[in-house]
């Protein structure tokens, strides 16, 4: 079953999750509100109309959700802190019983063996720094860089690595683009604008850990796709062009070449960020690693209507299509265009309709979409692209976002009714797939 995907014997293989999404315990010990937790309160935002307060209530029974991981022999655990967890306001005092949990989380993978790999944000602002104005505020960028040196201090030595940002361009286009997620705003300029402050907080955090000497390898998390027009018209071209300049290269470009794409800053015009001097200096630190999450390709079209993609293997049940060889294209692309660091897969998964029968959630067709995948990776890394692991999204069924609980994107089942959780069919096939790459691991 396994035999044709081979890795390299020190590949990293991991499961990943998010603060929000599976820790509950909203205001415990200490823990200050964010904009999720604001967000989510109002149940109109939530297409089930539920919220995060308790989700997989992972902070309560991490040890069994690391018992879980370690069953499944997986390497790596990618998590997120929860920035209010720590320091309630975003600013001033932090909190020591929420650092004291990240501490106890360690200790627990550390027992396993399996490494621990951090992200500083995905996506939960402490609701005292949104009163002051959120990632719209200049000042948010520097808050950013003092929580990320704190966390280094106090973790650089215990950690593998510390992605800064996960997906900022879900935070800037759907909290600030189209009001999907908190906090809820809909206004291009502003997410532009939120765009460059999140990519300037990024800068100044890597700056921040490497002050404290952090032993962890440290980087930032994409979501990236290819863009293919849908016909070979001159229109349907420009537009995937357009796309990729304003999605991929708008957040690679500063990183990588310190500037924003043209072709992306001229289709914005006066929507574009302000930038001050000196920014592109602080956000184009060397990254230790690059994180690309990748679940789907962009289809353009400049029809009315535009033409759909042709989902030849059909579609999640997020509706996007299943699209394979989109992960080597992209990552080919990226090797085309930067001078890349190692590349982690920090997400890739699929929702799918899961239901438990007779004790046991049979999802083949989950099963098949992370091979596929795994054969696209094993394509690029065939290619020449340094490709050093792969993180499935998600180890749990969680708290999917604006679709509430209504979206299974977990190898583990989660029933949120008990908090009982049932490995899935996928999740003891992945744990026999890297038993058998150890298996060619002593071999080699």
């Known amino acids: 079953m396994h035999d044709s995907i081979r890795f390299s014997p020190d590949f990293t293989w ?9 820790e509950g315990a909203f205001d415990a010990d200490g ?15 939530i297409k089930d109309g539920s919220n995060g307060d308790v989700a997989c209530d992972h902070y ?9 991981m370690a069953g499944l022999g997986v390497d790596a655990y990618r998590f997120s802190m929860a920035w209010s967890r ?13 650092f004291d949990f990240y501490a106890r989380l360690l200790d627990a993978l550390q027992e396993k063996g399996i490494a621990p790999h951090l992200t500083l944000y995905h996506w939960d602002l402490p609701q005292g720094l949104q009163d002051a104005g959120g990632w719209l505020a200049r000042d948010t960028a520097f808050r950013f860089g003092d929580y990320a040196q704190e966390v280094a201090r106090r973790f650089g030595d215990r950690l593998a690595s510390i992605a800064t940002h996960n997906e900022p361009w879900c935070t800037a286009n759907l909290g600030y683009g189209n009001a999907q997620f908190a906090p809820g705003v809909s206004d291009a300029r502003q997410a532009l604008q939120v765009s460059h402050h999140l990519l300037l907080s990024h800068g100044l955090a890597m700056g921040a850990m490497r002050s404290v000497a952090s032993q962890a390898a440290l980087g930032i998390v994409l979501n990236q796709w290819t863009s293919d027009p849908a016909t070979g018209s001159t229109a ?4 995937a062009e357009l796309e990729w300049a304003r999605s991929v290269q708008w ?7 310190g500037r924003y794409p043209e072709l992306a800053l001229r289709a914005h015009g006066a929507d574009a960020p302000q930038v001050n001097a000196g920014d592109f200096d602080i956000i184009r630190q060397p990254l230790d690693f690059l994180g690309v999450n990748y679940y789907f390709r962009h289809f353009a079209s400049a029809e009315t209507p535009p033409r759909t993609a042709p989902c030849a293997l059909g579609t999640t049940d997020m509706g996007w299509e299943i699209y394979p060889q989109g992960l080597t294209e992209l990552l080919l692309k990226l090797k085309g265009e930067y001078a890349l660091p ?11 309709a899961d239901t438990v029968d007779g004790g046991q959630v049979t999802d083949t067709d989950r099963i098949s979409f992370v091979r596929q995948h795994l054969a696209a990776l094993q394509a690029a890394i065939d290619a020449g692209v340094d490709v050093r692991g792969y993180f499935l999204w998600s180890l749990l069924d969680n708290f999917e976002w604006n679709s509430g609980y209504a979206k299974r994107f977990g190898i583990v089942h989660v029933d949120y009714a008990t908090q009982q959780r049932t490995p899935k069919a996928s999740a003891l096939w992945y744990r026999d797939f890297v038993a058998a790459q150890r298996g060619q691991r002593h071999a080699a």
């Open 14 to 22: 991991g499961v990943a999750t998010s603060a929000y999404q599976v």
């Open 31 to 45: 823990k200050g509100p964010s904009i999720w937790d604001s967000f989510s309160h109002n149940a109109a935002n």
């Open 60 to 68: 309560h029974r991490y040890r069994e959700d690391v018992g879980i």
């Open 86 to 98: 720590v320091q309630p306001l975003g600013h001033g005092a932090w909190n020591e019983k929420g």
């Open 236 to 239: 349907d071209r420009a537009l």
């Open 251 to 257: 957040f690679m470009d500063p990183i990588f070449k």
């Open 342 to 352: 190692p590349i982690y897969i920090t997400e890739n998964g699929m929702a799918s």
